[in-house]
């Protein structure tokens, strides 16, 4: 058994298959969790997971990108930036999270890969985003709920906020880095905080300044969680026509060449991992 914990068929890529993409991962033993991006992704998850009796389940939450600053122009073909949200209603994704089928808020944090150019809006931008993050992790806090992070170009204010959130509001955040991209001192900081780092197929991208084997032989696998973030970023001869939940199985036998353990041992260990922190039945 495999869990994909970030996967995207809640989006429009998979109208024309969900159902049958769903069922034959179930089939073959890899459960999932869909991420929202925004309220409208988010309660699409949500309707998806509660179809199914068993193995389907859903997050929700505001991406940073989908928050309409009106500071920055973001090209329509990337998954967040097709339906912009102007402000966070939290009384209306606080109900939506009430669904038995959430698992977790996410996928939430900061993205400072498409930026205004000039000083003042910059700053700015940066401000609106933070000041999403922090309601987020207020809904968090209130729900109780582990967090899936997001992170582009801005682990050094990620970090400072969370350390700073946890200090003061004197509590614990459970959760993980999405698809981790950084270097070995960032990733030595979410562990200490006590994070989980999720890994998919970038893994198997060449990134510059970026070491993803030293990355990974340096996260415990107590600490390892496993996801495609589908439809994107699939693996190597994977074969099918997109990235799906299936293609889990190709991360996992990638991470299990470089830490020298067993695939099976792996699916097990980090299988365990997910239900831990998402209190998967």
């Keep these: 058994m495999l869990i994909d914990t970030h996967a995207h068929l809640n989006i429009a890529a998979f109208n ?19 991420i929202g991006t925004n309220y409208e992704t988010s309660e699409m998850a ?16 505001l991406h940073p990108i989908n928050l309409d600053t009106g500071l920055v122009k973001i090209k329509t073909d990337e998954l967040e930036g097709k339906r912009f ?10 109900n939506l999270a009430k ?3 959430v698992v977790a808020i996410g996928e939430i944090g ?4 498409w930026k205004p150019k000039t000083k003042r809006k910059l700053e700015l931008f940066k401000e609106k985003q933070r000041e999403l ?29 969370l350390k700073l959130n946890i200090k003061y509001q004197k509590s614990k955040i459970e959760g993980v880095m999405h698809g981790f991209v950084g270097t070995g001192v960032r990733l030595k900081e979410y562990l200490e905080m006590g994070f989980y780092i999720g890994f998919n197929g970038i893994i198997f991208k060449k990134i510059e300044g970026i070491n993803f084997e030293e990355n990974i ?5 107590e600490k390892v969680l496993f996801e495609t973030d589908c439809p994107y970023l699939t693996p190597p001869n994977f074969g099918e026509e997109r990235n799906n939940p299936l293609g889990v199985r190709f991360v996992v036998e990638e991470i299990a060449g470089i830490k020298n353990v067993g695939s099976d041992k ?15 039945g």
């Design 16 to 34: 024309e298959n969900r159902d049958k993409v769903i069922k034959k991962c179930l089939e073959e033993g890899i459960w999932m969790i869909n």
């Design 99 to 101: 669904s038995e089928k």
């Design 266 to 280: 792996v699916a097990e260990i980090t299988t365990e991992n997910a239900k831990r922190l998402f209190k998967l």
């Design 110 to 113: 900061l993205d400072y890969y």
């Design 46 to 61: 949500v309707g998806i997971a509660e179809k199914y009796p068993q193995g389907v389940f859903a997050a929700v939450g």
């Design 133 to 161: 993050f922090l309601e987020e992790l207020e809904l968090v806090r209130e729900l109780n709920l582990p967090v899936i992070f997001h992170c582009r170009m801005a682990h050094q204010d990620l970090i400072e906020i």
């Design 85 to 94: 949200e102007k402000d966070f209603d939290y009384q209306k994704y606080k």
């Design 217 to 221: 032989k340096s996260t415990p696998l």
